[in-house]
């Protein structure tokens, strides 16, 4: 079963990415992103598209220009993440055929967005704009807009944002950090996925 989690591995290297993709799609992760701040993250979203691109939607977070956004396209990637709302991002990864999550933290910039194509929107930082927040988001966009909180959000307190109407979630530091073994990664997944699902039922 697909979970509506984003799996951010920042600082993840090319050498172990595939390996991590194989580990979270197991978990019950199927939607992956690579923030390009991270080293040589066009080789590890490679590597892993490569493996995996028909069992999971991979791409990249932090992309900050159409430009990259381009790469990450032709690295077989179908995800595009930002951490702002920057309309060019969004135009060149829809013009490329994949999917396009901004960043937003105020309704203005969520119908600019989704204007420009987005297929949903990351509250982010979540952790300021609360969970009362999601719940204006939602009195005022299109009912059908997905609201994915990150930065904030996570295994302690799912329940309070899916109650608050919270599609799904982006999750960093509390899944991956550089350096971590793949039997920990493993762990941290299952984790986050049994949260979740007992949040969600």
């Keep these: 079963m697909s979970r509506p989690l984003i799996a951010i591995l920042r600082g993840i290297t090319p050498d172990q990415a595939a390996l991590a993709a194989e580990v979270l799609i197991d978990a019950g992760v199927t939607k992956i992103e690579v923030p390009l701040n991270s080293p040589d993250p066009f080789d590890s979203i490679k590597a892993m598209t490569t493996a995996f691109g028909q069992d999971a939607l991979i ?27 920057d ?21 203005t910039e969520g119908f600019a967005a989704l204007k420009a194509g987005a297929d949903g929107l990351k509250i982010f930082p979540a952790s300021i704009v609360g969970p ?14 997905l609201l994915y ?37 493993r762990a941290c997944a299952q984790h986050i996925v049994s949260a979740f699902d007992e949040a969600s039922s």
Aim: charged share 15%; proline share 7%; hydrophobic share 45%.
């Design 59 to 85: 791409g990249a977070g932090t992309v900050l220009s159409p430009d990259d956004a381009g790469r990450v396209a032709q690295v077989g990637g179908q995800l595009v993440v930002s951490p702002n709302c």
């Design 87 to 107: 309309q060019r991002v969004i135009v060149a990864t829809k013009i490329a055929g994949m999917q396009s999550w901004p960043g937003v933290m105020t309704p």
């Design 132 to 145: 009362a927040g999601i719940k204006a988001f939602r009195a005022v966009l299109p009912q059908t807009t």
């Design 149 to 185: 909180a990150v930065g904030g959000a996570g295994p302690e307190n799912f329940k309070e944002w899916l109650d608050a109407t919270a599609d799904g979630f982006g999750i960093g530091s509390a899944l991956y950090q550089p350096g971590m073994t793949i039997a920990d990664l």
